[in-house]
């Protein structure tokens, strides 16, 4: 049995625990693994509709399942029966650049719209003219298409040019790679892995934050590459100055090219993106039902897919026609449990728009008046709204120690107990970044 067999049966006895019967009998048996690398397990599915349900409902705990049995954290890519064939083009010949783009992930499946067209033009000109904007920075929320972009840049790129040397990695894989490389001794291999290749797309490159070694190892990649006008395309969840701990050279680096933001859809966009989900599915499904769920989920496009796909799965176990009411009865449970997880940055823009200062400054060590309590506020919020620890608060306010965020916590605590507005500004930010 190979190490992939084995792994399969582990994880399938992990959901046949996890799951119903009907459900491991419709989604989880008609799957089938199809490669297991460092980073990344290949998955082939039946349908657009069982890869539409693994992505929002089992990916989480397939992850738990393989990190527990193989003891790293892999990334499932799910493929279409029969689009494993003619996989995802493979970039340059070092093993660990072997990991594929998600083949969907394209500008034409990309739906433009008010939130993300700045985005969209900024990227297909970085495919279209390389190395002309550089770096492509991009970000925004959770689930808004960040990943999607990029990955279109790399596919347009190898559409054009099949021996196109595109690299995608995660900042966190970039930092494993360059540790794993110390500890082998192949620095050199690693270095001429990454700046010998004509696009690198780091995903999440505010996981660089506290790293400082990969930080300059990075920071001579980027070089490198600027260098040779070679494109460089980046993601995070906020602006390269709101970053903690992210080097200065590194933060005036990430700024040359032209940052752009993706902001939530408006419901015109959600609605076109539902539609065109659709066609591509061939799913039979009205307007009036997919107007309905447009209005219904606002502010993650990941998770408005995730809603599409309950109510298709709602409809085909319980063997009714879909409609608008079927759609409420399918998402009732669905828009609590999936609600948005609030992250840091949530807390400190929302905190920072609220008392009119900026987002830096709540991370930043400013000590006037107007800076502190916000800040002090921010800190109190992340630990009621978050489940961080004190030090990791700490680390994400710009490298704060723990004492001085529980201060922050017990100053804002005690003053609660009798300043009547301090309660209602935070109850207010609290309504808000619940919403
Ligand atoms: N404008 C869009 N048109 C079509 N699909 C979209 C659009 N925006 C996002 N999506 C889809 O939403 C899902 C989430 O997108 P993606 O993973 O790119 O988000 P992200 O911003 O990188 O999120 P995260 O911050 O969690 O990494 C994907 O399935 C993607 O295809």
């Known amino acids: 049995m190979t190490e992939l067999d084995s792994l399969w049966e582990a994880i399938q006895n992990s959901f ?99 939130g993300n067209k700045i985005a969209h033009a900024a990227a297909l000109n970085a495919a ?25 840049i790399g596919n347009y790129m190898l559409k054009i040019n099949k021996n196109a040397r595109v690299k995608y990695v995660t900042s966190e894989e970039f930092t494993n790679d360059f540790i794993n490389s110390i500890q082998k001794r192949t620095t050199e291999q690693f270095r001429e892995e990454y700046r010998n290749l004509d696009l690198l797309l780091i995903d999440d490159i505010q996981f660089l934050a506290d790293k400082e070694g990969t930080q300059i190892e990075f920071f001579n990649t980027f070089n490198t590459l600027y260098d040779q006008q070679k494109q460089i395309v980046m993601t995070s969840d906020r602006m390269p100055r709101e970053i903690p701990e992210l080097q200065d050279r590194l933060v005036s680096r990430f700024m040359w090219g032209m940052p752009v933001e993706i902001t939530p859809p408006d419901l015109e966009t959600r609605i076109a993106i539902l539609r065109s989900k659709v066609e591509e599915d061939h799913i039979d499904i009205g307007n009036d039902t ?39 009865r399918a998402l009732k449970d669905f828009r609590h449990s999936t609600k948005r997880q609030i992250t840091v940055a949530d807390i400190q823009k929302q905190v920072a728009s609220f008392y009119n200062i900026t987002q830096a400054d709540i991370i930043g060590k400013k000590r006037v008046k107007q800076i502190v309590m916000p800040r002090q506020i921010a800190m109190y919020l992340t630990r009621e709204l978050t489940d961080f620890s004190l030090p990791k608060i700490g680390k994400e306010f710009g490298g704060k120690d723990h004492t001085t965020v529980l201060h922050a916590i017990d100053k804002i605590e005690a003053s609660l107990k009798d300043d009547a507005k301090l309660r209602q500004e935070i109850h207010k930010l609290k309504d808000q970044l619940n919403d």
């Open 16 to 114: 046949r625990q996890y799951t119903g019967k009907v459900t491991f009998d419709n989604f989880i048996a008609p799957a089938k693994p199809i490669s297991l690398s460092q980073t990344r397990l290949e998955i082939e599915l039946p349908t657009p509709m069982h890869r539409d349900f693994w992505n929002k409902n089992l990916t989480e705990k397939l992850k738990e399942y393989v990190q527990r049995e193989v003891g790293r954290s892999v990334e499932p890519i799910y493929v279409l029966a029969g689009e494993n064939q003619s996989p995802t083009p493979t970039v340059s010949a070092t093993p660990a650049a072997n990991i594929p783009l998600n083949p969907y992930y394209n500008f034409e499946t990309f739906v433009v719209g008010d």
């Open 128 to 152: 279209e003219r390389p190395g002309y904007m550089n770096p492509l920075f991009i970000y925004g929320g959770v689930g808004l298409g960040k990943t999607h972009l990029m990955e279109a």
């Open 290 to 328: 997919l107007n309905y769920i447009a209005g219904q989920i606002d502010t993650n496009v990941r998770e408005l897919e995730g809603a599409l796909t309950k109510v298709q799965a709602y409809a085909d176990l319980s063997n009714e026609i879909i409609t608008p009411h079927l759609a409420s």
